[in-house]
Structure formats: structure tokens, C-alpha cells
């Protein structure tokens, strides 16, 4: 690339808009020009914003640390700043939605960590090894939005990042049904130990909204452009619990599944230590070199060993066997603020830049 493209960090304040920070401030593609997040945060160095906050493994980098923080809602002046913005903000959906059109409809292409927009019909909800090619429905969001460069695009929830892979690399053998109980990490919610002791020690058996998004998010997912819409699949059926754990990082899930055509184990594990996609294929910076790697121990993936895999990117499976009601049940694990959030987001965009969605303006 021969410049860089700028960049704004909507919500940058946050768990996860500290996450794009670590992982943009020395990306080979992108110039972090921008931070904003809430009128309570404008006017501050990034330093002073997040102070007593900063729950990253790195320092703060110098640069960033005395970055002038700015409003979110500030959507023209950041627009003349910026080549395309991350957007990760705490605020309520309608609100989300008119913030990241906005954006959009400034000619700025946005892409989202959010929820509010992955139903939105003409937006794909991406993830790039799976259905690169949903990306294609732009030109029709553009048509809609009135725009030349400016469109949305979204990463699906942390929950499902990493059974859907393992899924989608089986999808020759029909899946039919899937029953997953997820083990999410409290950096899910935002939050450490520190913010959230109660959950030292801890289970919590429920999170708000979150078995509807893992049961109904791979359906767009695996769905099909008809009529500049993504039309939604209707196989296989998922079933999902979902449960918050006392783990710092990782959402493990444990799963269980059936087929038209039962494949056989030894099939299965070749398949998904040789799956690769489109950013293996384009070699972007952040693709994990091997997305998914089967793990052979009996007691592995683990949350804490095993979350930071290709730099957690990847998705980490074992315990393939046979099941009593299913045809087999498994293991997988993945990163949530990384591949799951963040990371996620930054191989969308780097996807986006690779195949001309995302240019300097
Ligand atoms: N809603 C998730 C976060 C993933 O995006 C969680 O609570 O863990």
C-alpha cells in the first residue's frame, strides 16, 4: 500500500475500542487519525479518557495516549478526518443505527462491531474465511443510502466465532442440527475481575440477548443474495445456551451435531486443519495463517492457554466423538475481544481495502 489510510475509532474509550487500539496502532494498512467517544470523553487526551481504565496487555502507545479525544456524534468534522471508521459504541440501537448511517451517508465506510445493524437487510454480516462474497451486496446498500463510498458492514456476535467455522468447514455433509452451550469470557460484557468481582468464583446461566444472536446469526451468515437482499438459511437448526464464566478472555463452546451424510472423524479433522478462505488466499495482515487447528490432547482447547492461537485469530477444536443423541460432539474455542470483536473487525476491513471497497478518499 502506498500510503496509509486513515483511520477513526468510534467508541474508543471502550473494551473493545482499547482492543482496536492495540491492534492498529502499528498496522501496516491503517493510520489511527481519530479517536471519539462520548460527549464526556471529548476534549481530553486519549491518556486522561481512559484513566484507571486501560485493560490492554501493552502501554498506551505515545501517539495515541496524547490524541485530542472527540465526540461521536460529531459526524461531519470526523468525516473530513477520515478514510473509513471502526465503530464499537455503548449506546441503544435506534441511536446506533442513525450514528453509523450517518457516517455512511458522509461517504465514510464503517465497520461495525455493533449489533444494531446486522439485521439490516442490505448489510453483510461478515466473516471473511465464511462469506466473503456477501460483501457483493454493498453496491445495492449504496443504492439505497444515496452514497458513492460510504456503506456498512458488521461483524457477527463473539458467541458464535468459533462453532460456526467448524460448521461451515462440514457443510458437505449437511448439517442438520446443532446444540451448542457457549462459556463466555467477562471481557464479553466489558468488564475484568476488577469491574466485575462477583464474578471471581462465579457462573452466571444467562446473557441478555445472546442465545437469540448465537441461534439466529449463522443463518444470515450462510444465507444468499436475492434481490439486493441476504436472505437467510434455513439449515441447520441451532439450539444455544449461553453462560458467563469466570475467565478473563475466550468464549469456549461445547457442541453437538448431526448430518444428512455422516462423515467419518479422521475426515473431519483433515477438513478443518486444511480450511482456508479468502484472507488466507490475499495473505492480509491479520489472517491467521491456519484458521482452525485440531487440537489432539483429550483436555484441550483450553480458555487460557489456547485463546491466543495465531495471535487470536484462530479457532482452536477438539474432543470430536461420537454422541448418544447426535451424530458427534465437540470442543472449540476462539478469542472474543480478538477474533471475536476487534480483530474480527480489522480483517473485515482489511478484506474491504483488498477488494476495493475501502480506498483513500
Ligand atoms: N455479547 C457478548 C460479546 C460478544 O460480542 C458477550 O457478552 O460475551
Redesign the pocket.
Known sequence: MESKLRVGIIGATGMVGQRFISLLHDHPWYDVVCLAASPRSAGKSYNEAVKGRWAQSIEIPEKIGKMTMMDASNVEEISAMVDFVFCAVDMDKKTIRELEEAYAKAEVPVVSNNSANRWTEDVPMVIPEINDEHLKIIDAQRKRLGTKRGFIAVKP???IQSYVPVVNALKKYKPTKVNVCTY??IS??GKTFDSWPEMVDNVIPY?GG?EEKSEQEPMKIWGKIENDKIVSATEPVISAQCIRVAAADG?LAAVSISFEEKPEVNEVISILNSYSGKPQELKLPSAPKQFMKYMEEDNRPQTKIDRNYENGMGVTVGRFREDNLYDYKFVCLSH?TLR??AGGAVLIAELLTAEGYITAK
Do not use: D, M
Request: aromatic share 0%; hydrophobic share 30%.
Open positions: 456476535n463473539c458467541s463466555q469470557a464479553g460484557a446473557i445472546e468464549h472474543n471475536g470483536a
